[in-house]
């Protein structure tokens, strides 16, 4: 390809909305171009990225035995309902009518439209197990489109299910997409992690997440420094905790704490570690909107200085009551309406006041004692709380895992690193043909419900992903893989007939050798050149130019921008790029 007859529209501005160097890179390098909030074009050179990577996914989904298919991007609003999705779905999924008022729905995923195929065409056990796949548009609407590609509204997504006959058989394909997604992203030369995922209220140990490793990652992963370990922290376990100071002994006894609400207050005033605080959470329970039930309160206990982890908290109470819609902030006025006092608030008798049947303790403070806790008295606390004297009380893991804390695996010590979740591994069980009766026949002539995995890999965030991880402060550095192309060829001074004629004829024998090469045979300036070299960040370069009088070009290596000299002889340099392409 020849630049001047190219398209790729550099610029030197930094966008202002662009925080990441990925976007800040995409948009200048000339790789994408922003028509709405959330929503991208692709330039030409970010349609070979993108295609690159596709074609990586392709050919390892293909190997890995999955059929490519094309869903429409439209799915008729009847399939959500079935599946109880159109309702729980919330904000994110686009819906609209058509001319004749029928209810769509803007794809965001389509466990629906595929289960309706399985549905409509596979019959008997003998037609299992069966997986697709297809890379396609994806329309989430967002609350907080961001970091380009990174969170789009719309997206590009390879998305993949799976259909079985037992759960074994699920294990056993869930396993295959296990280590096709590791050939995937180690073919694109990504570090990157495989963590336990959380896998929302159907449980089970069957989630992964796939995690490119950068700094700007919007998952923290918590990892064991010892061993394998890896986990989303939503879904991250540890060992019970053990500390090295002193409980708080005392016996048991209200103790009068004169606005004394927090628990930094509290630690303060009894001179004691938050560890022995009983610090609750309360949130405000949203039920779905159809079945018109007004929203509770539930409590959740964790340690003083523990977090409550929100997807662990929603988890519990989903698997309590289906109707669940989601967990937001009670406010003042809610904990005061419910007879309580915010900043006293405890476990003794809260059941009897509120009625609340979400009372909820961290796994940590199971039968703990030496504990203090409010009195739901205004400026009372009780010390000396032992929760082994309590009858019923409901055991869950609510807290989110810290740095420092202690792998189940291998007691190792464990630490926080940031991801870019670029796929999602998922066994889903009978959810969806349960739901949406979608059956075959099994060995017995008994109607089965086809048992399902689902298989999610994000392509146009995984531009975004590798020069979150890749880039320098020059601009795009991509992966052999993934580069748009292979070599550029820069004359450097597109006047000088010598310099035009070699780099003409380095051109065509690449090209010959089906090398990508893109020839920057613009009348442009030489700083100018290797600036845009730098933004655009094609895997190798050649410079020709005035070392070209001592017979010799410059070999750049884009990843380090270190530099070699090799003779200006043709089939030297082809071979040179041929080893290293
Ligand atoms: P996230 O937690 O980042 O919102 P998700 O868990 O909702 O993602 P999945 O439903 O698992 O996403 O989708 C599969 C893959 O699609 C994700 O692993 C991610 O790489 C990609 N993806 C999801 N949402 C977006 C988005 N808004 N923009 C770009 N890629 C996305
Ligand atoms: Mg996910």
Known sequence: MRFSQFFIPTIKETPKDA?????????????????????????????????????????????????????????????????????????ELLRFLDRKNND????????????????????????????????????????RPRFGLMRGREFIMKDA?????????????????????????????????????????????????????????????????????????EAAKRQKRVVDFDAPK?????????????????????????????KVVVKKVIFLP???????????????????????????????????????????EDIKSAGLCEGFIGPYSLRNITQSEFIFFDEDLREERDLICGANEENYHFVGVDLSTFEGLEYVDLAKVREGDICTCCGGVMEYKKGI????????????????????????????PFVMGCYGIGISRLLSAILEQKSDEKGCVWTKASAPFAVSVIISNSKNEIEREFGEELYKALKQKNIEVLLDDRLERFGFKIKDFELIGNYKGVV????LENNKVEIIHRDGMQKTYLNAEIQEIVQFLENHK
């Not at 050919?59 to 079935?82: N, Y």
């Not at 699920?170 to 030369?189: C, G, P, W």
Request: proline share 2%; charged share 25%.
């Open 544 to 547: 020709i130019g005035k070392e």
């Open 19 to 91: 925080v990441l160097k990925s976007h800040q890179y995409l948009v200048r390098g000339g790789y994408i171009h922003q028509i709405g909030s959330g929503i991208y074009n692709f330039l030409p050179l970010g349609k070979r990225v993108l295609d690159k990577i596709s074609q990586i996914v392709k050919e390892e989904m293909d190997s890995a035995g999955c059929i490519e298919i094309a869903m429409g991007f439209v799915t008729p609003a009847e399939l959500w309902k079935q599946s109880g999705r159109y309702e729980k779905y919330g904000k």
């Open 421 to 448: 979740e670029v796929g999602h591994i998922f066994k889903l069980g009978t959810k969806y043909s349960e739901a949406m009766q979608a059956m075959y026949l099994d060995q017995n002539g008994k109607m089965q």
């Open 161 to 233: 299910y799976s259909f079985h006959s037992s759960y074994e058989d699920l294990d056993r394909e869930f396993e295959n997409m296990h280590q096709a997604y590791k050939r995937i992203f180690t073919r694109l030369e990504l570090d990157f992690r495989v963590v336990d995922a959380d896998s929302g209220a159907i449980g089970g140990s069957g989630s992964k997440e796939f995690m490119v490793l950068a700094d700007c990652g919007e998952d923290t992963i918590v990892v064991c420094k010892n061993c394998e370990y890896a986990s989303n922290i």
């Open 104 to 143: 769509f729905v803007l794809g965001p995923t389509y466990e629906e439209a595929i289960t309706d195929i399985a549905r409509n065409f596979i019959k008997s056990y003998k037609n299992l197990p069966v997986s697709f796949y297809q890379i396609n548009l994806k329309f989430r609407d967002e609350v």
């Open 250 to 278: 005392a016996e048991f006894a209200k103790f009068s704490t004169p606005n004394v609400k927090s628990v930094e207050e509290l630690s303060a005033f009894f001179r004691i570690s938050s560890f022995y605080i009983l």
């Open 290 to 332: 159809e079945k018109n039930m007004k929203p509770k309160l539930a409590f959740f206990f964790v340690r003083g200085d523990d977090e409550l982890e929100e997807i662990k908290a929603l988890n519990v109470l989903s698997t309590k009551n289906s109707n669940v819609l989601e967990l937001v902030d009670a406010s003042s």
